[in-house]
């Protein structure tokens, strides 16, 4: 059974907080790896989360939320870690449960290392609701309008 908590932030951490797995119930000992590596990607700790998605977890793992480890990585500021996810494969376009895009994310924060690593990944400035494009004029990130895929 998965869990829903109504805290739609991507930047939050909670000890309940579960992969998203519609109509199963999923082992402890899985939802505890799951919350680590979650952590692995908010936190930009690159090398571990990399070697966790080569030895086998989902590049486009989800939590309850919707939000993807790419996601999660992108919110938190960690180019790194995004530009690692992607070249293992991850969808820069997944939308989490509300409709937001990784790259709106990375705008909403500011975070134009983050949106270039998600453009040079094939990130859509128009996806999501609002887009990348209406996060920017949202909140006078204008200068991040300029960033286009390469």
Known sequence: MTERHPDPA?????????PHAAGTEID?????????????????????????VDAGVPVNLSNDSGDTLVML????????????????????????????SPLAG???????????ALLGGGAD????Q??????ARMFGAEELLTLRRP
């Open 10 to 18: 991507p930047g939050r951490t909670e000890a309940t907080e579960r």
């Open 28 to 52: 402890p000992e899985l939802l505890e790896l799951a919350g680590r590596v979650f952590d692995f990607a908010r936190h930009g700790d690159t090398d571990t989360l990399a070697a966790y």
């Open 73 to 100: 990585a992108a919110y938190h500021g960690h180019a790194g870690t995004v530009a690692a996810l992607l070249r293992r494969g991850a969808d820069p376009n997944r939308l989490n449960d509300r409709g937001q």
């Open 106 to 116: 990375a705008v909403f924060k500011g975070e134009a290392e983050v949106a270039r």
């Open 125 to 128: 400035p128009e996806a999501g």
């Open 130 to 135: 609002p887009t990348a494009v209406e996060t």
